[in-house]
Nanobody
Framework: VQLQASGGGEVQAGGSLRLSCTAS?????????IAWFRQAPGKEREFVVGIKWSGAITSSSDSVRGRFTISKYAARNTVYLQMNSLKPEDTAVYYC????????????????????WGQGTLVTVSS
């Protein structure tokens, strides 16, 4: 599967952005877990949120819980990351990632669990 991430940009603190991750090729996202990671300047890449395509399971990091929401639009093979109440510390390159684990009951927060990655989209939050 190929992943195409989009929607990044610059926004003031307190604002909102929506990122998109669209799958192409093969079966689309069917059977996959999809996650968003981010990497801030000088920091390691970290898990943000994830979703199981075939179910209602989601997961999010403590730093974004209550502000960021992940959702899916099946007909478009697209996963969205709605980011509200953005803070300057949310500034990072955001990556979508996917792993084919049809029977998974949880969503991994580890980079090594994901073998398909999008190209990254930059989000800049100014104070």
């Amino acid at each position: 599967v190929q992943l195409q991430a989009s929607g990044g940009g610059e926004v003031q603190a307190g604002g909102s952005l929506r990122l998109s991750c669209t799958a192409s090729g093969g079966r689309g996202f069917s059977g996959y877990n999809i996650a968003w990671f981010r990497q801030a300047p000088g920091k390691e890449r970290e898990f943000v949120v994830g979703i199981k395509w075939s179910g209602a399971i989601t997961s999010s990091s403590d730093s974004v819980r209550g502000r960021f929401t992940i959702s899916k639009y099946a007909a478009r093979n697209t996963v969205y990351l709605q980011m509200n109440s953005l803070k300057p510390e949310d500034t990072a390159v955001y990556y979508c990632a996917a792993s084919y684990i049809p029977g998974a009951l949880t969503i991994s927060t580890l980079e090594r669990s994901y073998n398909f990655w999008g190209q990254g989209t930059l989000v800049t939050v100014s104070s």
